[in-house]
């Protein structure tokens, strides 16, 4: 794949976001966003917007609040400040099964899988959302149940061979080795068929080479599915690989924005990262 | 659909393991080959049988720890009992009058389960063990406090708080009937319940429980099961799903205590209490959390096996708590669990993909 350099374009409300999304709304706008825990700010004054297509990282140091932005987006937590607009709705109110539906998927840092299921009912199970059909037609197993079942069986193989994973389906999901489980979490996110996908930490545990693999699918879901991605990762070649802006956190605030050039260049960044240098000049 | 055919493999397997049972028993009971005891034990095998597979929901597929089954089971018997006994003049055929009183009695146990499980199913763990229990318990004293009778006007209920009102504040016509006097339960009920009746009732609760499992409802509460988190952040609504299971669970109890009450002449309310209960828990264990086969094995072997042990008079229960611990060790023991997979694989039928059913 010809690696094209995304140019970023400003955005009136301080976003920036790829030119080829600049004529579309941003799928995802966070102002202002902060939550408190008893006082101590976990995030405060968090702005970021994710461009419709867009490939965007989140990085900083440990404990940095980048999994409670997370958490934030999907109303885990909710937010003590600001909002969150996604697709152009505020999603305050909303609850974590309503803003999957409106279209925001997550994978988890520590997996979180239907482990005592089939990997291919963990996909199914993503699936529902769109393909559903009432408790008392799966009962008395009536004609929508086999339409249905049939469909989810047929998408759910279809959306497995993303990773080459579709030979698995019959596994029990525990039982798959620790890379496939963090493919198999992507994939179910997929399931909800969503418009912005968080992928938290997906390359956490991975060799190398798989790590490569993951990269060039996360493009190929992107352009596949045209949908916007939000991921924090600490293995950097993975995020100044295929991230086209990426925000820097520390100690829950944003300290840079900007592309993958910008922030590997960034005084600030270095400094959370590798501490103050004496007398160095940057 | 490979998958899917083995999970209907399992499941046809289970409907006709159960049914050349009766078919066996039945023909065994026609010819007079059984005991009295044995004869008179089939109705409540079923009905228990029935609990034990609807329990299964709520306790290994749904995760959530139960311990008033028998509650809902005495809603059932009791409503069952008085649609069965006042409909006698309206509807003459037995079958029907019984086939009505099981739907009378899931019915009330289902609108008994969703009062109890609104509240309830927000807690977890042993705080909603501990609630379920109290909600036995409650049951069984506000059915000590009914006194139902009909007559031509229709029923009559008094409700017996005080402790000071009798049958005659039913101000009954001449020619009603009291159904339930209060305390001394319901007295006087037809017994309208036959071993026929009892299969039946087990193989819906069957199809019902295996089919609900199998379709995207069953899917989606053992997804909270597994994870709660996870099951939210893709869209499963936690609360609906754990009331489809809970609710589903109490009706078909209430069904199979409606069977149960219309087996015996009288019905006291203590028949249903905590022990009752764990009895139905112990069969959902030892026959495998999730294992729907397993319950219906489970509570059909312990269920005799006291019946069994009667020759055995003071130590009965002593061999029967043995048993029970046997089992146990037996079913954690590795090298029991190696045999018992290398026998499923040599008879081709490796259970790997079946999530745990």
Known sequence: ?282 | MKGLKKTMRVDFATYIGVTVAFVVMYLLQLGGHLSNSLSGQMVPICCFVSMAVSLNLVVGISGELSLGHAGFMSVGAFSGVIAGMSLADVIPSVPVRLAIALVVGAFFAAIAGFIVGVPVLRLRGDYLAIVTLAFGQIIKDLINCLIVGYDSHGLHIVFNVSGLKSVTDLHLEEGGKAIIKGAQGAVGVTKMASFPAGYILVMITLIIVLNMVRSSTGRSIMAIRDNRIAAESVGINVTKYKLIAFVSSAALAGAAGALYGLNYGSLVSSRFDFNTSILILVYVVLGGLGNIWGSVIGATVLYILPEMLRSFSNYRMLIYAVVLILVMLLTNNEQFKQWRENMAEKLGRGKRAEGGV
């Not at chain 1, 970023?8 to 409300?13: D, I, K, R």
């Not at chain 1, 706008?29 to 939550?35: D, K, P, T, V, Y």
């Not at chain 1, 419709?52 to 997370?70: D, R, S």
């Not at chain 1, 600001?82 to 697709?87: A, C, H, K, M, Y």
């Open chain 1, 1 to 282: 794949m010809s690696q094209q350099k995304t140019r970023m374009v400003p955005l009136p409300s301080e976003g920036i976001i790829p030119e080829r999304d600049a004529g579309s709304m941003p799928v995802l706008e966070c102002r202002h966003l902060g939550i408190e825990f008893g006082g101590l700010k976990a995030v405060d004054d968090f702005n970021l917007t994710v461009g419709k297509t867009e490939i965007a990282g989140l990085i900083g140091p440990n404990g940095a609040g980048k999994t409670t932005i997370f958490n934030l987006l999907t109303k885990v937590y909710q937010p003590t400040h600001g909002t969150i607009l996604f697709d152009g709705k505020e999603t305050s109110g909303m609850n974590t099964v309503q803003v999957n539906r409106a279209g925001i998927a997550r994978t988890f840092q520590n997996i979180r899988l239907f482990s005592t299921l089939s990997v291919e009912d963990n996909v199914k199970i993503g699936l529902q959302g769109s393909m559903s059909y009432s408790a008392l037609t799966g009962i008395l197993r009536l004609p929508g149940y086999w339409k249905n079942e049939k469909r989810m069986h047929e998408r759910a193989l279809e959306l497995l061979s993303i990773f080459d994973m579709q030979d698995l389906a019959n596994h029990i999901a525990g039982s798959l080795p620790y890379g496939a489980q963090r493919r198999l979490e992507i994939v179910r996110a997929l399931a909800t068929s969503p418009k912005l996908l968080l992928l938290d930490e997906p390359a956490a545990g991975m060799n190398p080479s798989e790590t490569a693999e993951l990269m060039s699918n996360i493009r190929k879901i992107r352009d596949t599915f045209q949908i916007a991605v939000l991921l924090i990762e600490h293995d950097m070649k993975l995020v100044m690989g295929i991230c086209e802006g990426i925000a820097v956190l520390n100690y829950g605030r944003l300290i840079a924005k900007g592309t993958p050039e910008e922030i590997q260049k960034n005084p600030v960044v270095i400094e959370a990262y590798l501490g103050k240098q004496k007398g160095a000049d940057a």
